[in-house]
């Protein structure tokens, strides 16, 4: 078993962009922050605002998207940004944005990443929280869709992703495992975008959404494949299946070690596996105390 110190910023670092949602300029900054600390979020526009920890207690509901909340304040679309500091192996920092959602970027965690990395990571001198999976974990929906985690033989954590939508879909087969760490995420998952189909994207902006983004901004798919855009790599959708998988692990609260098989699997199935493990493992600081500021 492996464990590691935890690690926050070197400084303090600003993002902007829009959100999907509210078609509005989004302001981030994040924040070193000290140990044991976790990944905290403060809505900066709203007075009094309490922090919300990013860890699966406080999660809830929203329609293909990662969402926290916290006595009426709420952050959503976190999965971009969790998956960046998991990545990276951020374990402290207070994440203060000024809008209910994170700003969506180019749909991929790649500039954030190379701000965060450019800020600068520190270590600290408390130990980083670790569970490893000794026993297979499972859970499935009614689709047939289903996501499992299984013991491995070395201290790592490795994400493994089947994607299959059909032969009518512009998105072919495709398959892909990988062992997380910086190194990785940085050259293999990191660029990689959220990816919508063609009549999807109608459907969203006919609702209001996405008014302020273009084919150009996002992986629209028509049936011809990317509209006014490429793929980055062949594989691209399933890299960000897998970058959404780490960024829904990472409201575990910990380093995780083990083997994570993932068969068209979403938000919601990911977050009831991390409910599963965490009410059925043990990790190696089980007294650590997660503490609201």
């Not at 970058?243 to 994570?260: E, K, M, N, P, Q």
């Amino acid at each position: 078993m492996r464990t590691r110190n935890q690690r926050t910023l070197a400084r303090s670092l600003e993002c902007t962009g829009v959100g999907i949602f509210t078609n509005s300029d989004v302001k981030i900054r994040f924040c070193p922050a000290p140990e044991n600390h976790g990944i905290q979020f403060v809505r900066t526009d709203l007075r009094g605002s309490k922090p919300i920890p990013a860890l699966i207690e406080y999660a809830v509901f929203k329609q293909r998207r990662t969402a926290i909340e916290y006595q009426g304040a709420s952050v959503e679309m976190i999965e971009h940004v969790m998956a960046a500091l998991a990545g990276l192996q951020i374990d402290n920092c207070r994440v203060e944005i000024n809008a209910p959602e994170a700003p969506c970027f180019d749909g991929s965690s790649q500039e954030l990443s190379l701000e965060l990395l450019n800020a600068g990571i520190v270590e600290q001198p408390f130990k980083r929280e670790l569970i490893c999976i000794d026993q297979p974990v499972t859970v499935e929906d009614e689709s047939g869709s289903f996501i499992q985690a299984k013991p491995l033989n070395r201290s790592v954590l490795a994400i493994g992703y089947y994607l299959n939508y059909g032969e009518e879909s512009p998105v072919p087969p495709q398959c892909l495992t990988l062992e997380i760490n910086p190194e990785n995420w940085m050259n293999q998952l990191a660029f990689s975008r959220t990816f919508v189909l063609e009549h999807e994207v109608e459907a969203m902006r006919a609702l209001g959404y996405g008014q302020r983004l273009s084919a150009k901004d996002l992986l629209v798919l028509g049936n011809q494949g990317p509209i006014e855009n490429e793929f980055r790599t062949l594989d691209e959708c399933v890299r960000h299946k897998i970058l959404d998988c780490l960024g829904d692990f990472a409201l575990i609260g910990c380093d995780l070690h083990g083997y994570f098989s993932a068969h068209q699997s979403g938000h919601a199935l990911n977050r009831e596996l991390i409910k599963k493990i965490k009410s059925t493992h043990r990790s190696t600081l089980s007294d650590t105390v997660w503490k609201v500021a």
